[in-house]
């Protein structure tokens, strides 16, 4: 239950009183030593093989009788103003049955200022019209005799060009999103810092827009009940879904119904409400039929969402032992015409090494390409790039080990706030993942002809402490077997699986003894969205706690039918027993003798421990073969090592290190989507010339857990897996390529181009001023400290 | 939460320890003073609209992609032995998929020692073989190719036949449920009773079988996702088919999910699993397709169940001043084939009037006819239409007003056990319904012609008190909208409507403010069968509960913000109003405040009051017209007056009175399955041949609520309303017949041929004894006292 509570705050010498809401949760954390018989065992998927074996009905399978389909007309240009849209054809054409435009939609707010159909479109796949047709290929047609006239305007796509005050505005309010200040945190003294440094580093680095291809695109199906919409859609947030869709269409919220069963995957692009279900509940409230609407991956390229490309300045000012004394970044994040400056590229150079004097200036720039939108683990995964690509450097520069550099460095506390961590095994990571990688005896690696052989590693920091508020229900059937109720998403991660083996656990049953129910706002209460690495550190207690007041109850009753205090009983494996006198009793047994009576827990996940930093942390080794002839790159292991505080299971755990460091191999070495500078449009808005890994990119992938629990972050001791795993991988790489070749590329993805252009100024120029030995004096490489 | 509570009983001398389960219930009862803005009210029907536009998605209205279509083959014979049945015909039709016989079909134990399919058939619709194909003509093509030989066995369809030691036998066990004996009741001394009487009477009465005629038949939709079996069903009771379902199939409860969004009427032929249930889950495991199975109104008709039909010998002793002495009912009900012996025929000579010596022995007989089903007050209907024509004929002898009888007999306290009422306002109901119907009038009326008037009363006692368990969730949205989670099921009574108002006025927000979710096994809470009138008792009280739980929660948010006790806090309209200081604020700004912190109220029902008695009672008038040459009888006006307790919405408990009056006059006048006793096969499985009321055949019909809560009955104050207005209405309509005619009908429906054959008795024979005197003597009819 939600509570008020007030406190008195100091801020800036006046006593102000905050409120606060927070939720009660009197669940005490398992102890370490607690020894648990489900969670923390590898537990196959739930649902597992309804998805392989192709019975999972994901949103795209919903089929309804008489249903439409709907296609988007999207924008061809990058900036235009839409003059006209003769819609007249379209709608002869048989088996359409709905058109959408700016001029028979409803004024939607949307973004900004700007509407759901705008009259100004700002980047190429920006929405113009929709159509409700009998097949997807009516509709297609259809669209082809929408006739749109365009009064073309100038377009920027390159953020630092967008920065100029006479760039093309791709919104009124101007292109800086906050004004030209950007966002700007700052502590300590810079200047003096860079004035007691030894050595300052200065270098830019660049990340590049690459874009989330989930498996699934942004699809949904919308039918109309009466006055009340229920959507099927791919989403991380089932209730944000819901809210924003309400907000849109002006509906009360009880009028909204969100479901999505099986999901394929949404990596930071299905977080809320999206256009293409505020256009489908519109059309389908048009024509009286339910509307599905399923982009193709072309659109899902065009305007489905992109990482956020950044820009870095980063200066970095560090005594003669290594000691960072300054750190300063400049970073800009280009987030397309519709993304939000939600990319925190400043966040490790902030709080991953213990610096006193750090300044981080970040601008979000529109630009008229394709939205960004929130990326698994977004922001720090640039801003990881640059950080630890810097430190590299600096240790090759200073002669010292660059992990030994990192200890140096090593915050006990939260540099920002100087807060406790609730625990940081980081140290711990470093010292497993270099024996696991080998890393005394990289400088051993022979060299020989064009194949050079490299080791690098890279640091994670990242949030996933989770919180309020989530809450969960669980229900005993009369057979002893649970119904655990929730609103959550099981966003292909195994939510599902984590959170039935957690109350299989508190309910002493057996985990295939419990239904998990996900994705329907109708059935579950609030559940947050399946982002920031949240949804086991937050849900996980939620459903602990209904599992507990559940427990409590069923023991209470096994108390009195058994006639022992409820003290002296313990479950497990469904059966209940009593340690004095000595006795047992069926879970089955108990809830059978109440019939129908019914035993209803309800959980809430309790407020995060005051004054204490909840982070992750990990440590990735990347080795790669660089063939200097040709630029090409082999990563051909990548040892992994973070801590996630307790693995509920060791098996999506593991999964999610492995998914985490294929797609960031994939950004290192290959993701880019194009936008041609003198044209505004995507090269490659496709699977064909974006590319991807396949299973031949993937190496050998080695992890470890540090599979300890974090008794002060929450009751389960657990701390988010999603998104860490990817933070470090392109710092690895990009480190593992300079020890292999000699060359650092700034700028991702590392690409055969850019690794050859590199050798070649390294043959064509000087040792860079502060820069590390390259492959030649490869046998003075330093040893680790 | 259930509670176990151990209490100790002396039973026969011996003292023993009594287990129970009860809920806690903290909610105390609205007083009857309390000023209530919603409950009372008049409330158009929640979903109404869509019921009404065709919007609402009945079970026939699921369409599922790749669904299949399943037809029965049913025994033409009354009782055969299956001696082979070939399906290698019917297997081989193109778009058949699958075909369920005995001799593939899991052996599941269905009814008694009989199977699913079973290799006796024992009446004509029997299950015989099922299949599965793509479309319903294909199935039923394809039952004409499946041969089936059969051993014609000797059958009875006469209940009084089938109890002769000779009979054959349609259950190895013997044809009368429980033994020889029978199911008999006795207090006080029958023999002394009789002794003590100035007068006896002994009459035989019969009922007929009545066909449910459910708008919606008993269809389903079966589809497995993975292990779990999903099932949309026209049910009374979504987890009463669930665990049956489960059971039949050996599944765990929480592989089971039963749906029943709408719902056609059941009024008692839908309280749980059926076979066709069971029937299309295997065909869809078989098949590997959902399966729909859509019964015809032939086979409905045939197997859907019937009102026990009953022969009732009732014998009553009365002293000169009409005190009841002594009463002595045997009864017989015809339980078909499968029915059970559910049929309470006595209870209404038991429980209805003050009388010392009572003996019921209560007999259920199988026979080879479809089989008996429970249907709107079983037993009641029956029973009081022989023990309410009794006391007008007992009335008329004695040369007393009937209603006078009746107050004579009145019992203030249960006659069975000698508990309080919780309430019993009878006596009212006979006084208010005398004066609406001009009872003290009805000796003036003009007897012109062939068509003669006449009045006649009959009392009603039924349940509704329900009870426990039952359970509702409630949670708040952030727009201050809130959701209503149940498990029960709405079965065209209202229920929706009528819970939304008790959670609106208990949480002080408007009706339509409040979404209600119900029959979804995954959803909602157990919630018991919609029968026994026991949804609103049951239900109400739950939902009271969960809303005040959640009421709860928003007042100490609210006095938290707005710094007040949350005692000076009342909610009405939405809006929190506090009376010192006075200040206001919406429940939604509330709710936005804590933004995605959820209220959730959970809510039970608690136990009913101990030591008290629950019981609806009401009265009837019919004003009817005879034709005494044609026999016609026209019934012109119903006057109801009946006692529910509260009554939260009047137009759903007007729908309930007029409903039951109308289906009531049916059985009174219209209404009958015959099975022909020569074949054993139903002569009018249609709605050609059977006769349901029309428009044309509903008089005027008008109601009076005795709206007065029930406080000892629990929180809501209300007693169910489903099934007492059917309980009057026939014995009514036949004393309304004496009085216009002269002559006592004492076999249902009262045909025009039975009118004619009594009133020819009634010219032929010497006034019977104990006979009152007939129309031509009307002027000196007594006058009510």
């Given at each position: ?11 800036e010498?006046?006593?102000r ?35 392989v ?8 399978d919903?089929q ?17 103003e ?63 005799l ?10 920027v ?64 199906v ?100 290594g ?16 993304g ?23 601008f979000?720039?529109?630009?008229n ?11 720090y ?25 990192r ?67 669980i ?6 077997t ?18 039935v ?9 057996k985990?295939?003894?419990?239904r998990?129910?996900?994705?329907d ?5 609030y ?5 920031g ?33 409820a003290?002296?009983l ?17 879970v ?57 505080g ?15 460091i ?27 010339a ?8 993937i190496p050998?992938?080695e ?72 492959p ?10």
């Open positions: 239950m939600p509570k008020i509570v007030r406190t008195r705050v100091e801020f010498g006046e006593v009183e905050r409120m606060a809401v927070v939720v009660e949760d009197q669940v005490l954390p398992w102890s370490a030593r607690e020894k648990l018989d489900i969670v923390g065992r590898p537990h196959p998927r739930v649902g597992g093989r309804q998805i074996t192709g019975g999972a009905t994901y949103t795209a919903v309804i009788p008489g249903m439409l389909h709907c296609k988007i007309r999207r924008s061809p240009l990058p900036h235009a839409v003059l006209s849209i003769d819609t007249a054809e379209a709608q002869t054409l048989f088996g359409v049955r709905g058109v959408l435009t700016h001029a028979n939609a409803p004024r939607i707010r949307w973004f900004g200022n700007s509407f759901l159909f705008d009259r100004f479109v700002r980047f190429e796949g920006d929405e113009v019209a929709a159509v409700a047709a009998d097949s997807e290929e009516i509709a297609e047609d259809a669209l082809d929408i006739h749109v006239r365009y009064r073309e305007l100038p377009f796509v390159d953020p630092e060009q967008a920065m100029k005050p006479d760039a093309p505005r791709v919104h009124k309010e101007g292109n800086v999103i906050g004004g030209p200040e950007g966002d700007v945190y700052e502590r300590g003294n810079l200047e003096e810092g860079f004035a007691r440094s030894n050595h300052v580093f200065s270098e830019r680095y660049e990340t590049q827009a690459a874009v989330h291809n989930c498996l699934e695109p942004h699809c949904c919308a039918m109309w009940n009466g006055d009340e919409l229920v959507l099927w859609t791919s989403t991380q947030h089932a209730y944000g879904v819901r809210d924003g869709v309400a907000a849109a269409l002006g509906l009360p919220l009880h009028k909204v119904r969100v479901i999505c069963e099986f999901m394929g995957a949404g990596f930071g692009s299905k977080q809320g409400a999206g256009k293409h279900e505020v256009i489908a509940a519109l059309l389908a409230k048009m024509t009286e039929r339910p509307v599905r609407l399923y982009p193709s991956r072309r659109e899902e390229n065009l305007a489905g969402g992109v990482r956020h490309p950044t820009i870095q300045y980063l200066r970095a000012g560090v005594r003669r032992d000691k960072l004394m300054a750190l300063h970044l400049r970073s800009i994040a280009n987030v397309g015409a519709y939000t400056d939600s990319s925190e590229v400043g966040g490790p150079v902030r709080e991953l090494y213990d610096c006193a004097n750090v300044r981080t200036e970040q979000a720039v529109y630009t390409a394709g939205p960004a939108a929130a990326f698994r683990a977004p922001g995964v640039e801003g990881m790039f640059a950080l630890e690509s810097m430190m590299d450097q600096i240790a090759y520069s200073l002669s010292m080990d660059p992990l030994q550099l200890l140096v460095n090593y915050a006990r506390k939260d540099p920002v706030r100087g807060a406790t961590y609730s625990s940081k095994p980081l140290d711990e990571a470093y010292r497993t993942g270099a024996k696991m990688a080998g890393w005394n005896l990289r400088a051993k690696a022979q060299q020989m002809g064009a194949r050079r052989r490299g080791l690098g590693m890279a640091s994670q920091i990242w949030g996933g402490g989770g919180g309020p508020p989530a809450y969960a229900i229900r005993l059937n009369s057979d002893g649970a119904d655990l109720v929730t609103g959550t998403q099981d966003i292909g991660t195994g939510t599902k699986t984590v959170l083996q957690i109350a299989a656990e508190e309910l002493g049953l985990a295939e003894d419990i998990i129910t996900v994705g706002t109708l059935a579950g209460p559940a947050p969205v399946s982002a690495s949240m949804t086991v550190p937050s849900m996980g207690p939620a459903v602990r706690a209904a599992a507990k007041s559940a427990r409590e109850e069923l023991l209470s009753l096994a108390s009195a039918l058994m006639q022992v205090s003290a002296s313990s479950i497990r494996n469904g059966i209940i027993t009593s340690t004095t006198p000595s006795k047992t009793v069926a089955s047994d108990v809830t059978r003798r109440i019939g129908d009576f019914m035993i209803v827990g309800k959980g809430a996940r309790g407020p995060n421990p005051p004054n204490v930093k909840v982070r992750t942390f990990g440590a990735q080794f990347a080795e790669v073969e660089v063939d200097v002839e040709t630029g090409d790159v082999t990563v051909t292991r990548v040892v992994a090592v973070h801590d996630f307790r693995i509920i299971n060791p098996l999506t755990s593991g999964s999610q290190i492995e998914g985490g294929v797609q960031g191999i994939g950004f290192a070495l290959m993701e880019e989507r194009f936008v041609d500078p003198e044209s505004g449009t995507s090269l490659n808005a496709n699977l064909e974006y590319k991807i890994p396949t299973i031949l990119d050998i992938i992890h470890a857990l540090i599979d300890r629990p974090d008794e002060s972050c929450n009751s389960i001791g657990s701390k988010g897996a999603g998104e860490p795993p990817i933070i470090p991988t392109a710092a690895a790489i990009a480190n593992a390529v300079y020890d292999a070749a000699g060359v650092r590329v700034r700028s991702l993805p590392i690409t055969r181009e850019k690794i050859l252009v590199e050798i070649g100024k390294l043959k064509l120029q000087p040792k860079p001023a502060g820069e590390a030995p390259g030649a004096q490869k046998r003075r490489r330093p040893r680790r400290g």
